[in-house]
């Protein structure tokens, strides 16, 4: 790994915390070669391949955005959301949000703002994206502790370096089913190398690797990807989980999760019906 600051781009997967940057003298050392291979060990092994990707556009600098106005947020709910109009071109205001409530908003677990002037507008969704943290999280109850995590998560995206423009992925849902607001969905995710143009980034806390998504979590991913999925006419061809994209090296969202999608996705499976 070069010993240099990575930009949001150049990153497969924001992972709750970021590791130490390790020089090239270290990596060639015994005690670099650990490090770096601790780290990497979370993000290896095999994959599903998608195809048809949006092409990326990662301009070096991007013009000032003025925050949006208050967000209309969601309910993870297995009633499906009104239709929303398709997302427009990228030249026009992104479409409006589907008209459901209940999402726990960005104000209510930190006061910080993105940095605006170096967001990238989302100008619509048309591809959604299921993560997991890759932090255990058995055991992890209440409100407060979620507030704790999003805030520690958020800090060490934000310390992977001065490009970085907020915590990466645009919801999180907690153990107990809750779903929050994470970046603005007006701009654009950091959860996908290469491909975070028009992407909704979606995570659930948890290391699905070590252990299973709770029930609850699970009910609400259901119901909140068909809300997304019906609001920005995204079909079911066009959801996916971290580890099926070409340019991610990852085990995320951990093989619990990853086969709940599979069987979530099919025909027969329960957000297929739902949609």
Same mark, same amino acid.
């Given at each position: 790994?070069?010993?240099?600051?990575?930009?949001?781009?150049?990153?497969?997967? $924001?992972?709750?915390?970021?590791?130490?940057?390790?020089?090239?003298?270290?990596?060639?050392?015994?005690?670099?070669?650990?490090?770096?291979?601790?780290?990497?060990?979370?993000?290896?092994?095999?994959?599903?391949?998608?195809?048809?990707?949006?092409?990326?556009?990662?301009?070096?600098?991007?013009?000032?955005?003025?925050?949006?106005?208050?967000?209309?947020?969601? *309910?993870?709910?297995?009633?499906?959301?009104?239709?929303?109009?398709?997302?427009?071109?990228?030249?026009?205001? *992104? $479409? $409006?949000?589907?008209?459901?409530?209940?999402?726990?908003?960005?104000?209510?677990?930190?006061?910080?703002?993105?940095?605006?002037?170096?967001?990238?507008?989302?100008?619509?969704?048309?591809?959604?994206?299921?993560? +997991?943290?890759?932090?255990?999280?058995?055991?992890?109850?209440?409100? *407060?502790?979620?507030?704790?995590?999003?805030?520690?998560?958020?800090?060490?995206?934000?310390?992977?370096?001065?490009?970085?423009?907020?915590?990466?992925?645009?919801?999180?849902?907690?153990?107990?089913?809750?779903?929050?607001?994470?970046?603005?969905?007006?701009?654009?995710?950091?959860?996908?190398?290469?491909?975070?143009? +028009?992407?909704?980034?979606?995570?659930?806390?948890?290391?699905?690797?070590?252990?299973?998504?709770?029930?609850?979590?699970?009910?609400?991913?259901?119901?909140?990807?068909?809300? %997304?999925?019906?609001?920005?006419?995204?079909?079911?061809?066009?959801?996916?989980? +971290?580890?099926?994209?070409?340019?991610?090296?990852?085990?995320?969202?951990?093989?619990?999760? %990853?086969?709940?999608?599979? %069987?979530?996705?099919?025909?027969?499976?329960?957000?297929?019906?739902?949609?």
């Amino acid at each position: 790994m070069p010993d240099q600051t990575l930009p949001e781009s150049s990153i497969s997967h $924001p992972d709750a915390f970021a590791a130490p940057e390790v020089s090239r003298r270290a990596m060639l050392s015994g005690v670099g070669a650990l490090a770096a291979l601790a780290w990497l060990q979370g993000c290896s092994g095999s994959r599903k391949i998608a195809k048809d990707f949006p092409s990326p556009v990662w301009p070096e600098k991007q013009a000032s955005l003025t925050p949006p106005p208050p967000t209309v947020y969601y *309910q993870a709910s297995p009633t499906p959301a009104p239709s929303a109009p398709t997302p427009q071109p990228a030249s026009r205001p *992104q $479409p $409006p949000a589907p008209a459901v409530s209940g999402i726990i908003a960005r104000s209510q677990w930190t006061r910080n703002a993105p940095k605006w002037n170096l967001s990238k507008p989302m100008n619509g969704v048309g591809l959604i994206t299921v993560h +997991h943290d890759a932090l255990n999280a058995s055991g992890m109850r209440g409100y *407060q502790s979620s507030v704790d995590r999003l805030n520690k998560i958020r800090r060490a995206h934000i310390d992977r370096g001065p490009t970085w423009v907020d915590i990466g992925y645009h919801y999180i849902i907690d153990p107990e089913g809750r779903v929050w607001e994470g970046r603005p969905v007006s701009i654009e995710g950091a959860h996908v190398a290469a491909t975070n143009d +028009h992407n909704l980034g979606i995570m659930l806390m948890g290391n699905f690797m070590e252990h299973r998504p709770t029930q609850a979590q699970l009910n609400s991913l259901d119901g909140f990807l068909a809300a %997304q999925m019906r609001g920005y006419r995204v079909p079911m061809n066009r959801v996916y989980t +971290h580890r099926e994209f070409r340019s991610a090296s990852t085990e995320c969202p951990g093989t619990n999760l %990853q086969s709940y999608m599979l %069987q979530t996705r099919s025909s027969r499976g329960r957000l297929a019906r739902m949609v």
